[in-house]
């Protein structure tokens, strides 16, 4: 494969990446409304622990780095809280 085709290749992952995240995104804002409408608060622990130990248990099973990507789901986590809190 040359250099341009792998580059096409990483082109075509990002863009499916960025795909994943805005459905992780929209996902986790239905998750929003309805937390809201039962009164619950926006940050739930034990989910997010749930959340981070499958992150770890994914890297492991993918043979990249667990650091790397828990740290990624931490900022994902920390982005929905921003924008629940936001829209409350
Ligand atoms: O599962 C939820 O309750 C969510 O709001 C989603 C999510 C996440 O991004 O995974 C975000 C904030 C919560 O503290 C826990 C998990």
Do not use: C, H, W
């Not at 809201?36 to 994914?58: H, I, K, S, W, Y």
């Not at 828990?70 to 924008?83: G, P, S």
């Amino acid at each position: 494969m040359s250099l341009d085709e792998l580059r096409e290749e990483i082109r075509t992952i990002d863009r499916e990446i960025v795909e994943k995240i805005a459905q992780r995104t929209y996902v986790a804002d239905t998750i929003a409304q309805v937390k809201a409408e039962r009164d619950l608060p926006t940050t739930d622990e034990e989910q997010e622990q749930a959340v981070m130990d499958r992150a770890g248990e994914n890297a492991e099973r993918f043979d990249v780095d667990a650091n790397l990507v828990k740290a990624m789901f931490r900022l994902l986590i920390e982005l929905n809280k921003v924008k629940q809190r936001e829209s409350r």
